[in-house]
């Protein structure tokens, strides 16, 4: 059974930094896709980034972009999103998620999730 744990949230004032950790366990397969999301109150969830294992390929939503950086770690498989320069509007529940079935884009449906973490920018 996959799951995921995320630590690392925490407040910050706008133009900080913050790394966030998502534990990864039970894969069959390592080269399942895995993401990040995030939900801000009274908002819909959005995709944030997202990093194929199988060739380290990734993908940003334009808001992020040049600020957050996505990677892997195989071994143990722990994922990273180093978030630097916030500004408020990043404040959100962030999520891990992965897929357990093969392609990585976020066209397609996430079916794994951690419980979240909090970050919090202020101005």
């Known amino acids: 059974q996959v799951q995921l744990a995320e630590s690392g949230g925490g407040s910050v004032q706008a133009g900080g930094s913050l790394r966030l950790s998502c534990a990864a366990s039970?894969?069959?397969?390592?080269?399942?896709?895995m993401a990040w999301f995030r939900q801000a109150p009274g908002k819909e969830r959005e995709p944030v980034a997202r990093i194929d294992p199988s060739d380290l390929s990734t993908y940003y939503r334009a808001s992020v972009k040049g600020r957050f950086t996505i990677s892997l770690d195989n071994a143990p498989k722990i994922m990273y999103l180093q978030m630097n320069n916030l500004k408020p509007e990043d404040s959100a529940m962030y999520y891990c998620?992965?897929?357990?079935?093969?392609?990585?884009?976020?066209?397609?449906?996430?079916?794994?999730w951690g419980k979240g973490t909090q970050v919090t920018v202020s101005s």
């Open positions: 039970g894969f069959s397969d390592s080269r399942r896709c």
């Open positions: 998620a992965a897929r357990t079935l093969p392609g990585c884009y976020f066209g397609l449906s996430f079916d794994v």
